[in-house]
């Protein structure tokens, strides 16, 4: 079955902002009745739920942050009793904890209908192979994208992330078509490829999805050229439901966000004031259909613009350009939001005091790489060789546990870390 839903997808304004109304309303009922951290701010603020008689209402509403999630942790913002939570995952969140997210039954089976019509808008038919190279486990990417495949009734391979050889293999001999990762790790199965000698134009594939993290249009071009498909992007957030919010059409020019499930807001990062349709700032979702942990103006700290004029496609909903930044200082390393927060933790702890440091991100060979840099101080400079080399390797297995990827720990000279440079680099062009 082609999820392609015109009658959502292509709606009036008026009829969109209706049913927008009407699902906003509801939910806000609910999370004032059930989530006591919406009810104590609605109180503070004055507001009831019979307040909100128009969309212009939502302004007035309070922001959610993810201090607030991490004040909530870990179940402190469900709008339902666990007894109706069938899923839970988890991202690492901006703080010291991760963030807990859950989904009733419904909030599945909409979420897997949101990601299938992105896929569908992509291009994937019931007749594809969907190769999904996302992690499973905590990380909605890959259930989220293996659910929307096989509501179009595509055939889904389930891998997971890592093993690329195998990847490759399975992409030969399984007859993959259309491909789900990382746009990072499009480009490591193509460098692999390239180094192997398998010809990418001998594949089945011909469509790649992808999406966890930024990437640009040259990066596009990239991975078009040496994996020989089409690429779309997609964008989502834990927080919010996944992957599923937003997700481009074969035009490739700006993502749908699904409207009739979330509103966009595009604020002024630092005054939260909301900024006419076409500015560029940070993007604000309110969700409209979940169940279990439903959001009001969830602030997603990613920088982009919002579209409202018409697509070919026919579809009605509003295209978000590409996120080109973020208004904090996490860093989206290999799919993963790596909070500064939890880096800086670990160091403090384990140098038992501030050591200068710096968090390098990098692209190496198309992939990924975190270095942190630490500068010697007087009591890891009059340690043995053996046991600065023992030091770095606990800092680096710490950090690995906090942050769940691979990075590299290195000592450098005093003073090496020049004055005024910050603590936190990224050297990727995207
Ligand atoms: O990355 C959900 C997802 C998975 C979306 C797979 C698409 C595909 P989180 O781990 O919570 O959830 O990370 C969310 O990643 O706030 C953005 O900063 C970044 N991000 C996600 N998709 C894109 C994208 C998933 N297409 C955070 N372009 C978000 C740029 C993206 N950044």
Known sequence: MNIWEPAQECMSRDELEQLQLE???ATINRVFKNVTFYRREFSRMGIIPEDVESLAHLKRLPFTTTEDLDKNYPYGMFAVPLREVVRIHSSSG????????????????????????FMTAAGVTRD????????YGLF????????????????????????????????????????VCTPGYALTLAERMEKTGIDARGLSLRVGLFGGEPWSETMRRDIENRLSITATDNYGLSEVIGP??????????????????FIPEIIDPLTGETLPPGQTGELVLTTLTKQAFPMIRFRTRDITSIDYGRCECGRTFVRMKKPSGRSDDVLIVKGVNVSPAQIREVLFAAAQGEPRYQIIADRMDSKDALEVRIEV???????????QRSFLEMVRKRIEASIGIHVTVKLVEPGSIPEGEGTIIDKRII
């Open 140 to 179: 909605t990417g890959a259930f989220g994208l293996h659910y929307g495949a096989e509501a179009i009734g595509a055939s889904v391979i389930p891998i997971s992330t890592g093993n690329t050889e195998k990847q490759i293999m399975i992409m030969q001999d399984y007859k993959t078509t259309a491909l």
């Open 23 to 25: 699902r906003l309303q």
């Open 377 to 387: 101080t007087e009591k890891i400079f009059s340690a043995e060789l053996q046991n």
């Open 128 to 135: 594809d192979v969907v190769q999904i190279a996302f992690r």
């Open 244 to 261: 599923g919010v937003a997700g481009e059409c074969v035009h490739k020019c700006g993502m749908h966000i699904a409207e009739d499930a």
């Open 94 to 117: 901006r703080g010291g904890k991760p963030v807990v997210v859950g989904y009733t039954k419904n909030d599945i089976r909409v979420w897997s209908g949101l990601v299938a019509r």
